[in-house]
């Protein structure tokens, strides 16, 4: 039987550099999948849909819950989010490695369908600096920064529950943390 690829959860705190993380990995090492998600939230200036995420409808969104379509979604900071069950399963039987990018609660339920998936929280260095990329990234509200900052508390306490810790400080050094990761799940086989 080929062996399945596997599987990273990656987690932390909105603004604490995720995105900025996986877009560098991923552009240099073209053969990781990503797990693109599905949402209820409206897309942001430059975001287009199918790539940073497929933008559905909440009714949309529910019948693909009806479906059984996810193979974890919730609700974070006000709106609806979901990993699509299939697309991650193909991947993985193909052999490939897959990266997720998705909130506490998801990765919860999904490392208990996956225990062997491999978790990931990148934290930032402090919640000033948290505020600060927030701000610097100019795409949410002022209200919705509020909500995602005081979020932000409850979602660290969980840090504990992953398998490694990026502080992400200075970027490149999280980038070069997160391929060793990757390095060390392949060369445990
Ligand atoms: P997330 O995906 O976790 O919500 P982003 O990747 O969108 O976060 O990053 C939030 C903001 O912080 C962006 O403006 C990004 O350019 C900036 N950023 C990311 N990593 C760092 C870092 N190590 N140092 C300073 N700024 C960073
Ligand atoms: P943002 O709106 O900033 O892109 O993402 C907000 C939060 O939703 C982040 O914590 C991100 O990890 C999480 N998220 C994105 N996609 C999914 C998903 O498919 N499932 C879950 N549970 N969370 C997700």
Redesign the pocket.
């Known amino acids: 039987m080929a062996t399945k690829g596997h599987l990273f959860i990656?987690?932390?705190?909105?603004?604490a550099g995720?995105?900025t993380i996986l877009v560098a990995i991923l552009k240099k090492r073209p053969q990781l999948r990503y797990?693109i998600?599905?949402?209820t939230?409206p897309p942001?200036g430059g975001e287009e849909n199918g790539v940073?995420?497929h933008f559905v409808s909440e009714a949309v969104f529910r019948r693909k819950i009806d479906n059984g379509e996810?193979a974890?979604?919730?609700e974070?900071?006000g709106?609806l989010?979901?990993?699509?069950a299939t697309y991650v399963e193909e991947v993985l039987v193909r052999g490939l490695d897959i990266l997720?990018?998705?909130?506490?609660?998801?990765?919860k339920?999904?490392s208990a369908k996956y225990p062997e998936a491999i978790s990931v929280f990148v934290t930032p260095p402090n919640m000033e600096e948290l505020e600060k990329r927030l701000l610097k990234r100019g795409v949410?509200s002022l209200a919705a920064v509020q909500r995602?900052l005081k979020?932000a508390k409850a979602?660290v306490a969980q840090a504990h529950d992953y398998g490694h810790v990026v502080v992400n400080d200075d970027l490149a050094q999280s980038v070069s943390d997160l391929e060793s990761i990757i390095e060390e799940a392949s060369g445990n086989e």
């Open positions: 990656i987690s932390g705190p909105s603004g995720k995105s797990s998600s599905c949402t939230r942001r940073e995420y996810f974890e979604w919730a974070v900071h709106h989010y979901g990993t699509s997720l990018d998705i909130d506490v609660q998801g990765a339920r999904l949410d995602r979020n979602e």
